[in-house]
């Protein structure tokens, strides 16, 4: 099992330039998450995806989309990124919801600079 | 609302220290607590979890106990190595009265450990 992987592992843009980030889990999970990191700010919930064919905004939505393509692959779009949102991004999944009682796992991240 | 925190750092110890990082919570119902540990240039991984009131996590030498009556997770180890230097990050998660399965994360205490 490769568990949760992320595309790119890094990534530059320009301010304005659109891009997809990818994550893949292949645990069987119903939930996956997209957060950022930045210094001093922990992380933060950007979108999640409880099941396949549903989305819903986190506390840091504004900026993105999302696409949960299939049961395994949830994508993070950027239409016209800005400097705001440099930032290391993680994917993270999740078997099922019960409670909140189960433990995520976290894809290695993808780092974002935008000029 | 719902939100965890935790103690400033950078916390520099020596090797065999004993090392205590302090969280606490405030949420509505029964939440899990968890702590994740990110390694330099990695991902998120989970440490340990607490689904209940009294309950004590553990793992490779780490504890943390929830304390309902202080709303607290603290985390600690009696003799820290050099390999235990990274970022750990306490999370709240379960029946709060939002989202299921999503996680709040602290800002993150990150440790080293000098030999």
């Known amino acids: 099992n490769a568990g949760v992987t992320q595309t790119p592992k890094f990534q530059v843009l320009k301010t304005g330039q659109s891009m997809t980030l990818q994550c893949a889990q292949d645990m069987n999970h119903n939930s996956m998450y997209w957060y950022r990191q930045d210094p001093g700010m922990g992380l933060r919930l950007i979108y999640y995806s409880a099941s396949e064919g549903t989305t819903d905004k986190g506390e840091v939505p504004n900026g993105y989309n999302v696409s949960r393509l299939n049961k395994r692959e949830f994508s993070l779009r950027l239409e016209s990124a800005a400097p705001s949102q440099t930032s290391v991004y993680f994917c993270a999944s999740l078997k099922s919801r019960r409670g909140g009682r189960e433990t995520q796992y976290f894809g290695p991240g993808t780092r974002l600079l935008v000029l | 609302g719902n939100s965890v925190t935790q103690m400033e750092g950078p916390v520099t110890l020596s090797e065999e220290a004993f090392l205590t990082i302090n969280c606490t919570y405030t949420a509505t119902g029964y939440p899990s607590l968890f702590w994740y540990v990110q390694y330099p240039g990695e991902g998120l991984q989970l440490l340990l979890k607490a689904t209940k009131a009294d309950d004590k996590g553990s793992n490779k030498g780490f504890e943390a106990t929830y304390r309902k009556e202080t709303t607290s997770f603290h985390l600690e180890k009696g003799s820290v190595q050099v390999s235990d230097s990274a970022v750990y990050f306490c999370?709240?998660?379960?029946?709060?009265?939002?989202?299921?399965?999503?996680?709040?994360f602290g800002k993150g205490t990150k440790l080293s450990v000098k030999p």
């Open positions: 999370a709240l998660g379960g029946e709060y009265g939002g989202s299921q399965g999503n996680l709040i």
